[in-house]
């Protein structure tokens, strides 16, 4: 069985500049999660996804940050404009569907380097 | 809310030597508890949980767990480690009601040396 596919696993970009990442869940998971990680820290959760529906999204930066999940299989997190603060990995997770005790498999995650 | 706390930031030891990986969580409601591994350059992988039952829960590669309720811990502890378990461990927390985000702590760097 495949794992949660990311991409790309690294992106380098200049301040200010767009960047987007992709994350394709494992087949048959109905719950798709964005997390930021930054160095030297856990996962925060970004978003959470049940089917194409975004039913958490409290802690997205909405001024900048985005996310979708159209046919409610893969997705897209985006930041439009970078700041140098966002250089960290997003690492993207999977789950059957949302209960506190179904497993969350993460994919490899994205680095990216904001400079 | 809920919160973890993992003191050691890194832990160095040498093969073959017994280790433990510390976490404290707090939380006004039952919770359920989870280690994650994440090797260098990979995602992080489940390695253990409590959900209910037992007190003590093992993984298949030797780690063990012991949820303590009175003292709010569930540390992490192998008899013998090995080369290969050098990675980044993680301690998770969520409650049991409703939905409530999984909260990891900032996590503990094993390092085994020969």
């Known amino acids: 069985e495949a794992g949660v596919v990311q991409s790309p696993r690294y992106k380098i970009i200049e301040k200010k500049q767009p960047v987007a990442f992709w994350c394709n869940p494992i087949?048959?998971?109905?719950?798709l999660y964005w997390y930021l990680q930054n160095l030297g820290q856990g996962p925060e959760l970004l978003i959470r996804?049940?089917?194409?529906?975004?039913?958490?999204d409290s802690q997205l930066p909405k001024d900048r940050f985005s996310a979708e999940r159209l046919k409610g299989v893969d997705s897209t997190l985006k930041i439009q404009p970078a700041e140098l603060g966002d250089s960290a990995v997003y690492l993207c997770?999977?789950?059957?569907?949302?209960?506190?005790?179904?497993?969350?498999?993460f994919g490899p995650g994205t680095r990216l380097t904001v400079l | 809310a809920q919160s973890v706390t993992q003191l050691d930031s890194q832990v160095p030891v040498f093969e073959e030597a017994p280790v433990e990986l510390r976490c404290n969580y707090s939380?006004?409601?039952?919770?359920?508890l989870f280690w994650y591994v994440q090797y260098p350059n990979q995602g992080l992988q489940l390695l253990l949980k409590?959900?209910?039952?037992?007190?003590l829960v093992e993984s298949i590669n030797g780690f063990e767990a012991e949820f303590n309720k009175s003292q709010t811990s569930f540390h992490l502890r192998k008899p013998s480690v090995h080369i290969s378990d050098t990675a980044e461990y993680f301690c998770?927390?969520?409650?049991?009601?409703?939905?409530?985000?999984?909260?990891f702590g900032t996590g503990t760097r094993l390092l085994v040396s020969p």
């Open positions: 997770a999977s789950s059957l569907r949302d209960t506190s005790y179904n497993e969350q498999f």
């Open positions: 409590y959900l209910s039952g037992s007190t």
């Open positions: 939380s006004s409601v039952s919770v359920y």
């Open positions: 998770a927390v969520r409650a049991d009601a409703g939905f409530q985000k999984l909260v």
């Open positions: 087949s048959g998971h109905n719950t």
């Open positions: 996804y049940e089917n194409e529906e975004a039913v958490d």
